[in-house]
């Protein structure tokens, strides 16, 4: 919270060390990442004795908190060995007639939207195999040309390329770039309108756009487009591109 101008409270100065156990099998090698909060230590007020060094080994200290993340895991195995075995490459999972949903706003083409979508999370939750097989069908097969219906700009913006970017930012790995960016190159031209706000659907077939049928006098929606920012954003930091800006 700001301190006003007019207290006599001292500012002070607190550093945060985080320590990450990955940096180095040694621990009193390992090097700290550094966050300073407040005036930096040529202030006068700057203590050296305010540090709060945190050191963690990815393990929750909690037996509860190990508890919840263990079921979530669970729920996430679960959910994902059911997609995976009944409808593996479909966009979603009918979990009643176990049966894959390709009828949804992406149409009738299989895109793999579950894949995509969970690539981040599988990485996180260290599901190492299934995150492989995710990968591979997402490099393979993955593609966005076969699509002959209008789709839907946020939707696949929010779940396509930001998945591809999520999985790239945690491996580092360059093809989920180029896929990011050639799902992102089918969208742009939702942004020829009279006032470059997109339309909210387009055909990366023919590249028309237009705007839902229920929406007042064919308007675009704030909350929709308003968000397009972040992945672009950060697909033209990645890619030296500036179009996405």
């Known amino acids: 919270m700001p301190i006003p101008e007019n207290s006599n409270q001292e500012a002070t100065s607190l550093t945060i060390k985080i320590r990450s156990p990955y940096t180095a099998k040694d621990q009193d090698n390992a090097k700290d990442s550094e966050i300073s909060i407040g005036n930096d230590k040529s202030h006068d007020n700057y203590d050296e004795t305010n540090i709060l060094v945190i050191t963690s080994d990815g393990e929750d200290k909690e037996n509860d908190i190990r508890k919840k993340r263990d079921t979530v895991k669970q729920m996430m195995a679960h959910a994902w060995k059911n997609y995976e075995k009944y409808a593996f490459g479909g966009n979603e999972l009918n979990p009643l007639s176990m049966e894959p949903n390709n009828k949804d706003i992406f149409g009738k083409t299989q895109l793999g939207l579950t894949i995509v979508d969970a690539l981040d999370t599988l990485y996180i ?28 700009v946020f939707e696949t913006n929010i779940r396509f390329v930001g998945g591809l970017l999520s999985a790239y930012a945690l491996t580092g790995n360059c093809k989920f770039i180029q896929k990011a960016e050639e799902i992102a190159q089918l969208l742009l031209p939702a942004f020829n309108t009279p006032t470059g706000i997109p339309n909210g659907l387009i055909n990366p077939k023919t590249g028309r756009g237009r705007n839902y049928d229920w929406t007042i006098d064919d308007s675009a929606i704030l909350a929709e487009f308003g968000t397009l920012h972040l992945e672009f954003k950060y697909l033209s930091d990645i890619t030296g591109n500036p179009k996405y800006r």
């Open 125 to 152: 939750m260290g599901f190492t195999e299934e995150f492989k097989r995710a990968q591979e069908w997402t490099l393979k097969k993955l593609n966005f040309r076969t699509v002959e219906n209008y789709i839907p």
